[in-house]
């Protein structure tokens, strides 16, 4: 039955939400900034298209700094970029580890290059 229900909302809603301990692959089309509208805080909003074979259209939001660090440093800024999306933690103990779609590594924290 949780199969079903988590596949419907899947499906259903427009915002991406990756589960934890759950990876998703998607490409970046674009991205913008804006306001959470829960929290009133700047964050990021990424246009992305899933990799399920359909090309489901979602916007993935966050507002993680670490998350933005890690698609700068891909090919292009991330536009246009297969990504395989990773996610540990809670709320505030969220973290994603991003890598390039079929490339072996992920991107390390300590490799990131500032963007400014």
Excluded: H
Aim: aromatic share 8%; charged share 25%.
């Amino acid at each position: 039955m949780d199969n079903i229900l988590n596949k419907y909302i899947k499906q259903s809603s427009r915002f991406l939400t990756i589960p934890e301990g759950i990876t998703e692959v998607f490409t970046i089309q674009e991205y913008t900034q804006g306001i959470d509208t829960l929290n009133g805080k700047p964050t990021i909003f990424y246009k992305v298209v899933l990799a399920d074979g359909q090309d489901t259209e979602k916007v993935f939001q966050t507002s993680s700094v670490g998350f933005a660090r890690q698609i700068i440093n891909l090919p292009n800024q991330g536009i246009g970029v297969k990504v395989e999306v990773s996610r540990t933690g809670q709320g505030l103990q969220t973290k994603y580890a991003v890598k390039e779609a079929g490339k072996e590594e992920e991107i390390k924290e300590e490799e990131l290059q500032e963007p400014f």
